[in-house]
């Protein structure tokens, strides 16, 4: 597809829409995972807990970095008990 009168590239726009979906929900699992594999694991690390998502997925550092985990997992959790605090006053 050529490019619209805007000069916006629909094709790599659409590329794109279809990337940030995928992030959100890789980072909506990733949170899950976490949370599930700290409370039935105490002892996992979440190192640990990041490299069996990576696992299970079938995925890689190079899809999703460490250190992107790490910001992602806390900045949702802080969210995550901001809620809960919303919630209970």
Known sequence: ???GKD???HKSLKQSVNKI???QWL???LFGWIRAQKTLIESVTFEQSVLLFYK???IDEQDFPMA???TTYTRM???FYDSQKTVQE
């Open 27 to 29: 980072e909506g699992v």
């Open 21 to 23: 979906y995928k992030r």
């Open 77 to 79: 959790q802080k969210e």
């Open 7 to 9: 000069g916006v590239q």
């Open 1 to 3: 597809m050529g490019s």
């Open 68 to 70: 992107d985990c790490i």
């Open 56 to 58: 299970d997925l079938g």
